[in-house]
T-cell receptor, first 112, second 115 residues
Framework: SQKIEQNSEALNIQEGKTATLTCNYTNYSPAYLQWYRQDPGRGPVFLLL?????KEKRKERLKVTFDTTLKQSLFHITASQPADSATYLC???????????FGSGTQLTVLP | NAGVMQNPRHLVRRRGQEARLRCSPMKGHSHVYWYRQLPEEGLKFMVY????????ESGMPKERFSAEFPKEGPSILRIQQVVRGDSAAYFC?????????????FGPGTRLLVL
């Protein structure tokens, strides 16, 4: 069966360090993978999209990698700040269907 | 440039009543998606609509749930005869008609509580 797993439900790191979140999937052939941020009581906010033929994508302090052989994406936040504290969701779309399938999320807390 | 709007933000219903959730997509967006987020669970796809058409309803429960996106007005997710298990946050997302960017833009959600 298809599955998306985000490692560790919760991740605590010290301010200024790099946070690394993992998204693994099985039995999918995604055309692209997306990362969203969700704050309590709010809807998800799009952060980055990476396509199957891209290895890495960056946006300011964010970096996403996508390894279709390992079926894994890594999401990095460098120079983390307490304001980065939120739940981060990875989502897959297999291209033919526009629906997104979400992982259960990793709750990141950046400690001052 | 208003984002995706959903109302009401909070909705309380008693078992057996009907719940109507509304979603206005971003300006220029013609694709609407509904997702449900149960407590302590991830977002689950329910239905994908374009104007006047249901494109994919594979995530919708077979009974009591329906969705529409009329030519004029917001998209409506309707839940008839609600039960306690329907208590969840319901999110609407929209995307533009062109496939160049598949990003979906989410609304703030409607939190449904069934007593």
């Amino acid at each position: 069966s298809q599955k998306i797993e985000q490692n560790s439900e919760a991740l605590n790191i010290q301010e200024g360090k790099t946070a690394t979140l993992t998204c693994n999937y099985t039995n999918y052939s995604p055309a692209y993978l997306q990362w969203y941020r969700q704050d309590p009581g709010r809807g998800p906010v799009f952060l980055l999209l990476i396509r199957e033929n891209e290895k890495e994508k960056r946006k300011e302090r964010l970096k996403v990698t996508f390894d279709t052989t390992l079926k894994q994406s890594l999401f990095h936040i460098t120079a983390s700040q307490p304001a980065d504290s939120a739940t981060y969701l990875c989502a897959l779309d297999e291209g033919s269907a526009r629906q997104l399938t979400f992982g259960s999320g990793t709750q990141l807390t950046v400690l001052p | 440039n208003a984002g995706v709007m959903q109302n009401p933000r909070h909705l309380v219903r008693r078992r057996g009543q009907e719940a109507r959730l509304r979603c206005s997509p971003m300006k220029g967006h013609s694709h609407v998606y509904w997702y449900r987020q149960l407590p302590e669970e991830g977002l689950k796809f329910m239905v994908y609509l374009q104007k006047e058409n249901i494109i994919d309803e594979s995530g919708m429960p077979k009974e009591r749930f329906s969705a529409e996106f009329p030519k004029e007005g917001p998209s409506i997710l309707r839940i008839q005869q609600v039960v306690r298990g329907d208590s969840a946050a319901y999110f609407c997302a929209s995307s533009p008609p062109v496939n160049a960017q598949e990003t979906q833009y989410f609304g703030p959600g409607t939190r449904l509580l069934v007593l």
